[in-house]
């Protein structure tokens, strides 16, 4: 599941999760949530090819 970070006060699976805090959620539970949690983008795994000579 991706990780957001809430943007307000959220209770989720019975725990409180601050301003700030992280937190995994399904794309529904995301989007029902709307601007009340951000999605935490991660860097590309990917190699960056390298120079051919």
Same mark, same amino acid.
Not at 15 to 40: N, P, S
């Given at each position: 599941? @991706? ?6 006060? =959220? ?10 805090? *992280?937190?995994? =959620?399904? *794309?529904?539970?995301?989007?029902? =949530? ?6 935490? *983008?991660? @860097? ?6 390298? @120079?051919? *000579?």
């Amino acid at each position: 599941m @991706p990780k957001y970070t809430a943007n307000a006060y =959220l209770v989720h699976n019975g725990a409180i999760v601050q301003t700030g805090g *992280e937190v995994e =959620l399904t *794309e529904e539970q995301a989007e029902r =949530l709307g601007d009340k949690v951000t999605i935490i *983008e991660k @860097p590309s795994t990917r190699k960056k090819s390298e @120079p051919q *000579e």
